[in-house]
């Protein structure tokens, strides 16, 4: 059965990098041409959709965080990772990874990592 | 897309009926999902399609409309059931979601 986890520093400083991780096991990301997708939900707030990127490498990011923001496959196809850089305040949430129920982008979102807290503070 | 979601939270007792709406900016067919969050958890999904229960969710959860206007129904509200209910389009990236819909006892 597909999971999800996510991964990564708990605390970054203001103007730095927030690097995290998405483990995939029960799935190849290489072979299931799926979309993998982040998300993220600052304290007591909402959910926002970050970006995708599908399993040949094709990205698509939101454009109120696209300046910032890349999503990348690891190598060994058996995770991907987000990157969003000059972080402040603001960055500061839970962030999930999720995949949808099929392969194809009108989908809803079947499969979420148990989401990571990132807090930006110095 | 903007989804307006209403009432932004809301009373209730076990055994009532509950109704959320939830309302497209533009029309977005029946690429609408509905999710359930508890604290500290991840989003679950409950209804996709605009309608289509997904498996292992309970029957009393329904999902309702298409274009703009949209609703979840709770056919008789359980204990499990108190929790955070939000809409998202799929219909057009960025994907988005509703402001949430928090259920609390009455």
């Known amino acids: 059965q597909l999971q999800l986890q996510e991964s990564g520093p708990g605390l970054v400083k203001p103007s730095e990098t927030l690097s995290l991780t998405c483990s995939v096991s029960?799935?190849?990301?290489?072979?299931?041409?799926?979309?993998w997708h982040w998300f993220r939900q600052p304290p007591g707030k909402g959910l926002e959709w970050i970006g995708y990127?599908?399993?040949?490498?094709?990205?698509y990011y939101n454009p109120s965080l696209k300046s910032r923001v890349t999503i990348s496959v690891d190598t060994s196809k058996i995770q991907f990772s987000l990157k969003l850089n000059s972080v402040t305040a603001a960055d500061t949430a839970v962030y999930y990874c999720a995949r949808p129920r099929s392969n194809n982008l009108h989908e809803a979102f079947d499969i979420w990592g148990r989401g990571t807290m990132v807090t930006v503070s110095s | 897309i903007q989804l307006t979601q209403s009432p932004s939270s809301l009373s209730a007792s076990v055994g009532d009926r509950v109704t959320i709406t939830c309302r497209a900016s533009q029309g977005i067919s029946n690429y609408l999902a509905w999710y359930q969050q508890k604290p500290g958890m991840a989003p679950k999904l409950l209804i996709y399609g605009a309608s289509t229960l997904q498996s292992g969710v309970p029957s009393r959860f329904s999902g309702s409309g298409s274009g703009t206007d949209f609703a979840l129904t709770i056919s008789s509200l359980q204990p499990e059931d108190f929790a955070t209910y939000y809409c998202?389009?799929?219909?057009?990236?960025?994907?988005?979601f509703g402001g949430g819909t928090k259920v609390e006892i009455k």
């Open positions: 990127i599908h399993y040949s490498g094709t990205t």
């Open positions: 998202q389009q799929l219909n057009s990236y960025p994907l988005t």
């Open positions: 029960g799935a190849s990301i290489s072979s299931s041409n799926d979309y």
